[in-house]
Nanobody, 115 residues
Framework: QVQLVESGGGLVQAGGSLRVSCAAS????????MRWYRQAPGKQRELVAT???????NYAGSVKGRFTISRDNAKNSVYLQMNSLKPEDTAVYYC?????????WGQGTQVTVSS
């Protein structure tokens, strides 16, 4: 079993920056894709960014150019650097990863952007 633990959320003013982190632990053989999702109140969970085991990245259009996803395979960790934050980025941010067997989710970390 693999556990994902996020950290780094908080309150920031519009235009500011924040970095959230996610570390995987447990019975890790190999983690393949790692992703960040977010869910705002009253809205569906949406995919924000993806990074493959080889380092290829992909972003939702709403965050492209502002957010950067990265990973450290040696630490089984994934990061999301968020710049030029907007109030509409306010959400609970969830880490997601998969191995050969299943998909795992973290518990989420709150990011609040004030106007």
């Amino acid at each position: 079993q693999v556990q994902l633990v996020e950290s780094g959320g908080g309150l920031v003013q519009a235009g500011g920056s924040l970095r959230v982190s996610c570390a995987a632990s447990g019975s890790i053989v190999r983690i393949f894709g790692m992703r960040w999702y977010r869910q705002a109140p009253g809205k569906q969970r949406e995919l924000v960014a993806t990074v493959t085991s080889g380092g290829s990245t992909n972003y939702a259009g709403s965050v492209k150019g502002r957010f950067t996803i990265s990973r450290d395979n040696a630490k089984n960790s994934v990061y999301l650097q968020m710049n030029s934050l907007k109030p509409e980025d306010t959400a609970v941010y969830y880490c997601n990863a998969n191995d050969d067997f299943q998909i795992y989710w973290g518990q989420g970390t709150q990011v609040t952007v004030s106007s």
